[in-house]
């Protein structure tokens, strides 16, 4: 009776613990996982590069500079250790952001380049838990081009390539104006000139052309869709005399489908 109550107890105490040691492994395989609560914060996913270019030289470049809050990012596993941005606008990460969570928490980066832009945001605990989420951005880009009192029209240069590996632009919107000082040619003799926009292909997109008078302006709004990436470029020729001197100014943004995240924003608090 001894010997079977012995054995008994054996096998129970060998079942007991084959279970006990099961769960103990399911523990260690789930023990890195779901550590790290990645709460970022950022106001904005979107922005407009602006770029001023005056007789072929760039005046100013405004990049779009966008922000994240790393600070209500928390793990189970203890402190934070660092957090990181990777901008997305090349191809190695060499642009990456990494910063130690105890000097600060808010990463900023200034896009310089137009893209839709996947974002990886990582953040990494005291124990290397790591933590990572992705966000779309969408960087457009304006450019206000202008000559001056020039009886040669330059050849505008516009690169629809944009620096990520992402779809090419959806939209280009051109609203030019070219204003006949008329310094030279006798008072009252109008100045044929005649826009041409060129894709990447070398093909003819669109052409307008319009006589203007002397001290007057003509301005043409145009909207092209089926982008390809390379460079565009936008011509004006005169059809009369060279020695008509015109004002040339164009205004061109490179747009992108409206793709990008919802900005998550702090909530604002409300008064009790």
């Keep these: 009776m001894g010997t079977n109550t012995t054995g008994v107890v054996a096998v129970l105490s060998m079942l007991m613990l084959t279970a006990l040691s099961g769960c103990l492994g399911t523990d260690e395989d789930d023990a890195g996982a779901d550590l790290v609560r990645m709460n970022v914060h950022y106001d904005d996913t979107s922005g407009t590069i602006l770029e001023r270019v005056q007789n072929g030289q760039t005046l100013?470049?405004?990049?779009?500079?966008?922000?994240?809050?790393?600070?209500?990012?928390?793990?189970?596993?203890?402190?934070?250790?660092?957090f990181t941005m990777d901008p997305g606008d090349d191809d190695e990460g060499s642009n990456a952001i990494t910063v130690n969570a105890n000097d600060q928490a808010e990463i900023?980066?200034?896009?310089?380049?137009?893209?839709?832009?996947?974002v990886t945001l990582t953040a990494t605990d005291e124990q290397n838990n790591s933590g990572t989420a992705l966000v779309t951005v969408r960087i457009d880009k304006q450019i206000e081009w202008t000559q001056t009192n020039t009886n040669e029209p330059s050849t505008m240069v516009l690169d629809t390539s944009p620096d990520c590996d992402c779809p090419v632009p959806n939209t280009i919107a051109l609203n030019s104006t070219i204003t006949n000082r008329n310094d030279i040619v006798p008072p009252g003799t109008p100045v044929t000139?005649?826009?041409?926009?060129?894709?990447?292909?070398?093909?003819?997109?669109?052409?307008?052309?319009?006589?203007?008078?002397?001290?007057?302006s003509a301005d043409w709004s145009h909207g092209e869709s089926?982008?390809?990436?390379?460079?565009?470029?936008?011509?004006?020729?005169?059809?009369q005399s060279e020695e008509e001197n015109l004002d040339i100014s164009h205004e061109v943004r490179v747009l992108y489908s409206a793709l990008e995240s919802e900005p998550n924003p702090l909530e604002t608090p409300t008064d009790a």
Aim: without cysteine.
């Design 108 to 118: 900023s980066y200034e896009y310089l380049t137009h893209g839709l832009f996947t």
């Design 193 to 216: 000139v005649t826009w041409t926009l060129y894709d990447a292909a070398d093909a003819t997109r669109a052409s307008h052309s319009e006589q203007v008078g002397e001290g007057q």
């Design 226 to 239: 089926n982008i390809n990436s390379g460079e565009w470029r936008i011509e004006v020729e005169q059809g």
């Design 60 to 82: 100013t470049l405004d990049g779009v500079s966008l922000s994240f809050d790393f600070a209500r990012v928390t793990s189970k596993a203890g402190n934070m250790k660092s």
